[in-house]
């Protein structure tokens, strides 16, 4: 099987893990929002996020995909009132952060220091199957998956700004 082309170029591969997912079967909308909302966030603190939304103790803020979803007091964390638990999706991610935690450590980078840098949800190519109407009518009754795909990078450690020294002239 030929190897997957991620959507952006590595500036230091040494320092980076890549996880994805093909043809997922998990709604794309509901993957972009959660997928949205770890980005920039360490992978202890996405397992722990994402493991709180499944508990009903943290919502994912829908900020794109708005149509039809329900207000919650749980999305004034995100300054927004729109915010859903998207259980299959956050499932799908945690799994695709473990295996990203697992893909740093045999590339021997510091997990606890691992920044997702970067996100991407595709739409996959749908799935087609028919429900039956009535008056032997037949309609489309289609699924949306996803392609997944995270990149992590090890952060590196912030260097002090040297303070401005006056120079003096003798």
């Not at 929002?33 to 499944?54: C, D, P, R, S």
């Not at 996959?124 to 995270?150: C, D, F, K, V, W």
């Amino acid at each position: 099987m030929a190897k997957g082309k991620y959507s952006r170029e590595l500036e230091n591969p040494a320092k980076v893990a890549k996880a994805r997912g093909s043809q997922l079967r998990v709604h794309f909308k509901n993957t972009h929002e959660t997928a949205k909302a770890i980005q920039g966030m360490t992978l202890k603190k996405a397992q722990t996020y994402l493991n709180a939304v499944l508990e009903h103790k943290r919502a994912i803020p829908f900020t794109r995909f708005t149509a039809c979803i329900g207000r919650t007091a749980q999305a004034k964390e995100f300054g927004t009132t729109q915010a859903r638990w998207p259980k299959k999706s956050c499932e799908f991610l945690l799994s695709l952060l473990k295996n990203l935690e697992s893909n740093a450590e045999a590339k021997n980078l510091d997990v606890a220091r691992c920044v997702i840098d970067h996100v991407q949800v595709n739409r996959a190519q749908r799935y087609r199957r028919r429900t039956y109407r009535a008056h032997g009518r037949i309609n489309a009754y289609m699924s949306t998956p996803s392609h997944i795909e995270l990149i992590a990078t090890e952060a590196t450690e912030a260097v002090p700004r040297a303070g401005k020294q006056v120079a003096t002239s003798a």
